[in-house]
């Protein structure tokens, strides 16, 4: 149940921003995650509605998770693959000296904030 | 409405920690290795096990990592080696700062090995660095050849693994062979090490990677 310390780290990183512009509300964060994380979904989404309930901040916020496929390179044959979580060889020469590109991200990639003056910035 | 662009790690905090813990460790010249398994795996004995065979070449300490109590460390402190405990009162994992708090009280300019014994969980200890050199994971063999196929993140993680009780495999239905060959496409490159570590069976392989670890630094 490690998604509630994530959780609770977003909300401490989004809120520091939120500051910073002066939000009067935060409406929506958006996340993504890698498919080779171990976060899983249900669980994030559960530590969001726990936590955001003790967060005026947030009451009308909504949680987007972009989840993430996971996608190597051969360091031997340079082939660029995707793949699952089980099979990290190159499909092309076979050498498992790989380097993964994507699929291990665990980020914020934006949130949207109401900071009173009525205007849309987006 | 304002939307802001971010990009910004969720787990920023900590990996900047987990950096400043590698740091301090690569300035005292210290290996920290961050032994990963489920409860009951063998953690406690397989480190009991390495000090025996490493405490006249090296000097050790161990950082134990359990929901509460502190039975592990007072079994570590038996056999005369520091240890320190964290209790995470019902956290899953141990977090970078938690290791930081421990270093402190450690004196990194008389050791060269520190074994972090992470809390039993196969799945949330894999995503959160702590400032180890190598993660290691154990598996011991009455939980089943099945485990890399159940928890493959920790598997793929790991630059060594470690197979248990080897000396019950023929009591347990557990597929060695089967075992090894999801590992192989998962973590080609992470030796497996097949011991008993009550009874110190297979153990030489496991220190001579140590070892070779140590010797790096």
């Known amino acids: ?122 | 409405m304002t939307k802001i662009d971010l990009e910004t790690k969720i787990i920023d905090k900590n990996d900047r920690i987990a950096a400043q813990n590698r740091e301090l460790l690569k300035q005292n010249n210290v290996c920290m290795i961050n032994l990963l398994a489920s409860p009951g795996s063998g953690k406690t004995s397989t480190i009991i096990a390495t000090i025996n065979a490493l405490k006249d070449a090296c000097k050790i300490a161990v950082i134990e990592g359990d929901i509460a109590g502190d039975v592990d460390s007072v079994t570590i402190k038996a056999l005369g080696v520091d240890a320190v405990q964290i209790n995470t009162r019902g956290s899953c994992h141990l977090e970078a700062d938690m290791i930081a708090q421990a270093l402190d009280v450690l004196d990194l300019d008389k050791l060269d090995l520190i074994i972090v014994e992470n809390v039993g969980n196969l799945v949330c200890t894999t995503d959160f660095d702590l400032g180890e050199d190598a993660k290691v994971v154990i598996l011991s063999v009455p939980e089943g050849d099945d485990k890399p196929i159940k928890y493959p993140g920790i598997f793929r993680e790991s630059q060594a693994i470690i197979v248990n009780k080897i000396d019950t495999l023929s009591m347990f239905d557990f597929d060695y062979d089967k075992f090894a060959s999801v590992v192989d496409d998962l973590n080609a490159q992470a030796p497996i090490f097949k011991i008993a570590a009550t009874k110190g069976d297979g153990i030489e392989n496991w220190i001579d990677w140590l070892k070779n670890k140590l010797k790096k630094q």
């Open chain 1, 1 to 122: 149940m490690h998604e509630l310390s994530l959780m609770q780290g977003i909300f401490d990183s989004v809120s520091k921003v939120a500051a910073q512009h002066n939000a009067q509300e935060v409406t929506l964060i958006e996340l993504d995650i890698g498919e080779m994380t171990q976060v899983v979904d249900e669980a994030l989404q559960f530590a969001f509605e726990v936590l955001q309930e003790d967060l005026p901040l947030y009451r009308n916020c909504e949680l987007k998770v972009n989840y993430i496929p996971v996608r190597s390179k051969c360091i031997e044959c340079e082939e660029e693959f995707e793949h699952d979580q089980f099979h990290l060889k190159c499909p092309k020469c076979g050498s498992a000296k790989t380097v993964c590109l994507a699929g291990k991200e665990m980020n914020i990639a934006c949130i949207e904030i109401e900071d009173g003056s009525g205007t849309n910035h987006t």
